[in-house]
């Protein structure tokens, strides 16, 4: 099969299991990552290894009649933000690898909310590209079980190697998963998350405290200490009647801090100064 990806590290696994699978790469579309939370170096340099063109640009008519004339068969989309039309006329399949189990959590990047929310389960899916985002019908769906403590690193880690699992699958029959395609139905859309949401609150119990910390793990949630803010990636804490205002900052040993919440303390164990200026993150 020979097919081109549209992508970023975040599934980038997805190319790097369908070329173990046999299939043939003819081009790489990417885009712009900030280094920070986005990257697309090890895709990206995958790519220029195999000699295949790499385009950062958002992908255009001409780019679909392009591949249409390279005899690409398929159109595989891991991680791109931006919507794609028309593929219809030019390639025989196009799809895309969501990290949600839709028709449930559609939407940029459903992750801090799975977590945010507590909820039990969770899944990756690939579905036939639509006009709108994340709607098309099922390919092909794994769903797992989330821990109660878990964070946004470990899930991240689920979707991805059940997003690799997937990819195998479809790399050996995708005519055959094409033809047995499920339509969604009505589902949820989880818009991209606030800054505001990232923001704990320290009048919260020490467990909600804890779960927005997991929720954003090494992406990091935002909070004020005093009259400080700053990024924290990692905490655990404790239940302990007490006197302080929630948010005051009650003891520190080296670089840990121990925090007032509401019902208890939470000791920050990785955090960074907040640096005014443009917001970072998701």
């Known amino acids: 099969m020979r097919f081109a990806f549209a992508g970023i590290d975040f599934l980038g696994d ?9 299939w043939h790469p003819l081009k790489l579309f990417s885009r712009p990552c900030d280094g920070i939370y986005d990257f697309n170096e090890v895709t990206v340099s995958r790519a220029r290894s195999l000699r295949i063109p790499v385009q950062m640009s958002r992908i255009a008519p001409a780019d679909l009649a392009g591949l249409k004339v390279a005899g690409c068969d398929a159109l595989v989309v891991a991680g791109y933000p931006w919507l794609i039309r028309g593929w219809e006329q030019h390639l025989p399949y196009a799809l895309n690898f969501h990290p949600s189990p839709l028709p449930d959590g559609r939407g940029p990047y459903p992750l801090f909310k799975a977590i945010l929310d507590g909820v039990q389960e969770w899944g990756v899916t690939a579905h036939v590209l639509e006009p709108a985002f994340d709607t098309g019908p099922i390919l092909a769906q794994r769903r797992f079980a989330l821990d109660p403590q878990e964070s946004h690193d470990t899930l991240l880690a689920k979707c991805q190697m059940s997003a690799k699992e997937i990819a195998a699958r479809l790399a050996d029959d995708l005519p055959g998963h094409w033809k047995n395609a499920r339509p969604q139905g009505a589902g949820t859309y989880w818009p991209r998350i ?15 405290v804890l779960r927005t910390i997991r929720a954003f793990g090494s992406i990091e949630a935002f909070g004020q200490v005093d009259s400080r803010y700053v990024y924290i990636w990692s905490a655990s804490g404790w239940r302990e009647e007490h006197g302080y205002r929630p948010g005051a900052l009650v003891h520190k040993h080296r670089k840990h801090l121990v925090v007032a919440a509401g019902d208890g303390f939470v000791q920050i164990t990785g955090w960074s100064h907040y640096a005014p200026g443009p917001a970072r993150g998701a």
């Open 194 to 208: 606030t800054q505001t949401e990232r923001m704990i609150d320290w009048t919260k119990n020490v467990d909600e």
């Open 14 to 22: 997805v190319f790097e299991t369908l070329i173990e699978k046999g």
